[in-house]
């Protein structure tokens, strides 16, 4: 080709329309700072290449500490407009546990990653005086300053009421310490209605409307809502049930959870049947599903690693 004949075709191409390239444009933790006991979902906004190409959904996969996100979309027609197909979709991740996680969005032309950190949830702790999430020295002190020093009060008595006394006092910080630091007691399990949401689920949902339970300070509240419920996911462990959210609950995750605290029938039941399943004390525990495709697959004790029941529960 001649040099004019270059510049002609060179020329004629910088008239044609410019096709279209897809990217990845949005990607949002949502809630911003996750725990082990949060609904954790990435909101997603990108564009598909031309307007043959068509947005269908996406797909969550987890292999270990790495979440995949997978994009997926269809191609049909023809010619195809050279313009960009805006998609969004907010996917839902299952439940993690504490950890950093490697969040990898697979979109048809774009790939990108991010770190998720996502925390302790936070619970009812008996001994927990400043609400932490913890029970540690802090909360003594955290007791001491609100008695002698105008401290501010305890954001939950209940957890400041060390000694199940019904009262706030030396004492109180006394037992914590001990208990601490010179292998005291052990702290009675609280005479409480959970510690954490999914404890509630076994009562009846008392309001009319969607929505899931919340443990605060011990005592189970039914909180109505849009958010959570209608996306497709039955999110026990944020209190969601067959009875406050039936457009997400008709199948259920059979695990076993602790309930009736602090009395002699405290121990893990069945969440489907109610059925009970064996006695402990259980209060701050959860059950987690281990050793899954082994014969020792089941439910565990967090606390104390023992098996609650064996069954095949890992999806």
């Given at each position: 080709?001649?040099?004019i004949?270059?510049?002609?075709?060179?020329s004629?191409l910088?008239?044609l329309p410019?096709?279209?390239?897809?990217?990845?444009?949005?990607?949002?933790?949502l809630?911003?700072?996750?725990?082990?006991?949060?609904?954790?979902?990435?909101?997603?906004?990108?564009?598909?290449?031309?307007?043959?190409?068509?947005?269908t959904?996406?797909?969550?996969?987890r292999?270990?500490?790495?979440?995949l996100?997978?994009?997926?979309?269809?191609?049909e027609?023809?010619?195809?407009?050279?313009?960009?197909?805006?998609?969004?979709?907010?996917a839902?991740?299952?439940?993690?546990l504490p950890?950093?996680?490697?969040?990898?969005?697979?979109?048809p032309?774009?790939?990108?990653?991010f770190?998720?950190?996502?925390?302790?949830?936070r619970?009812f702790v008996?001994?927990?005086?400043?609400?932490?999430?913890?029970?540690?020295?802090?909360?003594?002190?955290?007791?001491?300053?609100?008695l002698?020093?105008?401290g501010?009060?305890?954001?939950c008595?209940k957890?400041?009421?060390?000694?199940r006394?019904?009262?706030?006092?030396?004492?109180?910080?006394?037992?914590?310490?001990?208990?601490?630091?010179?292998?005291?007691?052990?702290?009675?399990?609280?005479?409480v209605?959970?510690?954490l949401?999914?404890?509630?689920?076994?009562?009846?949902?008392p309001?009319?409307?969607?929505?899931?339970?919340?443990?605060?300070?011990?005592?189970?509240?039914a909180?109505?809502?849009?958010?959570?419920?209608?996306?497709?996911?039955?999110d026990?462990?944020?209190?969601?049930?067959?009875?406050?959210?039936?457009?997400?609950?008709?199948?259920?995750?059979?695990?076993?959870?602790c309930t009736?605290?602090?009395?002699r029938?405290?121990?893990?039941y069945?969440?489907?049947?109610q059925?009970f399943?064996?006695?402990?004390?259980?209060?701050?525990?959860q059950?987690?599903?281990?050793?899954?495709g082994?014969?020792?697959?089941?439910?565990?004790?967090?606390?104390?690693?023992?098996?609650?029941?064996w069954?095949?529960c890992c999806?």
């Open positions: 080709m001649t040099r004949g270059v510049y002609v075709f060179w004629l910088a008239f410019a096709r279209a390239w897809a990217y990845l444009e949005t990607m949002q933790v809630p911003p700072n996750p725990t082990s006991l949060s609904s954790i979902s990435i909101y997603l906004a990108g564009s598909l290449p031309d307007g043959c190409w068509k947005f959904g996406y797909e969550v996969r292999v270990e500490m790495e979440i996100i997978e994009i997926l979309y269809e191609i027609g023809d010619p195809c407009p050279d313009v960009m197909v805006p998609y969004e979709c907010t839902r991740l299952p439940r993690l950890g950093m996680y490697l969040v990898t969005v697979i979109d032309q774009d790939t990108k990653s770190d998720l950190d996502v925390a302790p949830g619970q008996l001994g927990d005086a400043n609400s932490d999430g913890s029970r540690d020295v802090a909360d003594a002190v955290f007791i001491l300053l609100y002698y020093a105008s501010d009060p305890p954001p008595e957890g400041a009421n060390v000694n006394d019904g009262t706030i006092d030396l004492s109180d910080a006394i037992l914590l310490l001990d208990h601490l630091f010179r292998a005291g007691p052990r702290l009675a399990s609280p005479v209605d959970c510690s949401p999914e404890q509630c689920i076994l009562n009846q949902w309001i009319f409307g969607a929505g899931h339970w919340e443990c605060d300070c011990g005592e189970c509240k909180v109505t809502d849009s958010g959570g419920c209608g996306d497709g996911f039955c026990l462990a944020a209190g969601e049930t067959p009875e406050s959210c039936p457009s997400d609950c008709e199948a259920k995750d059979c695990r076993p959870v009736n605290m602090g009395t029938s405290e121990g893990w069945d969440v489907c049947t059925e399943i064996d006695w402990a004390s259980c209060a701050e525990c059950a987690e599903c281990r050793a899954c082994s014969k020792s697959e089941g439910w565990y004790d967090t606390c104390t690693g023992e098996v609650i029941v069954t095949q999806q």
